[in-house]
């Protein structure tokens, strides 16, 4: 069974920095891109940055290229998203999700971490 | 890196037929048979409903069927029942690795 599990979400001052991590079980995660998905309260899903599965190709959401960087360990099955210079308007739940294959529309989500940006 | 566009909401009485659309472009919709619908209920993650435009994974029901004609793809739910109430959203490649979700489209059983 395909199991994401999301942490360290929480309350972060705008201009600070947070990690948030995924763990994968249940599939080879060496061999599957993976793709980070947040959605603010009250609003719909934002593709946010996607990762080969190798780590070596990266991509980015407009809105976070430059602040974010997503990584991977493939020797621990965990995905990560670096956040900074982080700001009101990325407050959301933040979702791990495996693609079906390469870069396509997800199959499997996690259940979310939520991170909050406020003074 | 444009939203798809969807209906803000839709209804339909138990037993009913309701279709949401959702348009893009060229460059996402139009361009890649990849698209995707999911489920969202309160406070849960999101649920794969349709892929590729119309194929369902296993376990979902074949009430659901999904379309796609030039920019537009569309989820069509046939005999509604209650628990099909939340929202769904669509989800297309776009091209470069991206992905482009649509806004989201709440769906209410009468």
């Known amino acids: 069974e395909v199991q994401l599990v999301e942490s360290g979400g929480g309350l972060v001052q705008p201009g600070g920095s947070l990690r948030l991590s995924c763990a994968a079980s249940g599939f080879t995660f060496s061999s599957c891109a993976m793709s980070w998905v947040r959605q603010a309260p009250g609003e719909g899903l934002k593709w946010v940055s996607s990762i080969s599965d190798s780590g070596g190709s990266t991509y980015y959401a407009d809105s976070v290229k430059g602040r974010f960087t997503i990584s991977r360990d493939n020797s621990k099955n965990t995905l990560s998203l670096q956040m900074n210079s982080l700001r009101a308007e990325d407050t959301a739940i933040y979702y791990c999700?495996?693609?079906?294959?390469?870069?396509?529309?997800?199959?499997?989500w996690g259940r979310g971490t939520l991170v909050t940006v406020s003074s | 890196q444009s939203a798809l566009t969807q209906p803000a909401s839709v209804s339909g009485s138990p037993g009913q037929s309701i279709t949401i659309s959702c348009t893009g472009t060229s460059s996402d919709v139009g361009n890649y048979n990849l698209v995707s619908w999911y489920q969202q209920h309160p406070g849960k993650a999101p649920k794969l409903m349709i892929y590729e435009v119309s194929k369902r994974p296993s376990g979902v029901s074949n009430r659901f069927s999904g379309s796609k004609s030039g920019n537009t793809a569309s989820l069509t739910i046939s005999g509604l029942q209650a628990e099909d109430e939340a929202d769904y959203y669509c989800c297309s490649y776009a091209g470069s690795s991206t992905l482009v979700f649509g806004g989201g489209t709440k769906l209410t059983v009468l």
């Open positions: 999700a495996k693609p079906m294959s390469n870069f396509r529309p997800p199959d499997y």
